[in-house]
């Protein structure tokens, strides 16, 4: 069975990123993540992450850039594969659709944030990309 790649973005503006407070599975609400989806398949996973980011944040895939890879490739089980992207707003104001709430955070900030499991990995490379 081919593995699912789910894509997340590190939505950078200045110097801060944008993270998303989980609404489900109960294991997970509260917590935050970087916004993202799945790949569908014959989609590009910089158009999947673009469709995500317009379908979870009320913006339109024009409103942001996709650009490169952030960290390594974090594997969540035998069959799904989750990969960052650095992505750059170009308009817009993200709003939550699928998430209890959005918030921007700084590189001093990234450890006070209660993270879901699989994004903990990508910390090292979010300070160093803000």
Known sequence: MATQIVVAGAIIAGAKVLVAQRLAPPELAGRWELPGGK????????????????EELDLHATDVAVGERLGEDVVLND????????????????????????????????????????????????????
Do not use: F, K, N
């Open 39 to 54: 790949v569908t398949p014959g989609e590009t996973e910089p158009a999947a992450l673009a469709r995500e980011l317009a």
């Open 79 to 130: 069959s799904m594969t989750l990969r960052a992207y650095h992505v750059r707003l170009l308009r817009g104001e993200p709003r939550p659709r699928d998430h209890q709430a959005l918030r921007w955070v700084t590189a001093a900030q990234l450890h006070d944030v209660d993270w879901v499991p699989a994004d903990r990995g990508w910390l090292p490379d979010l300070a160093r990309a803000l």
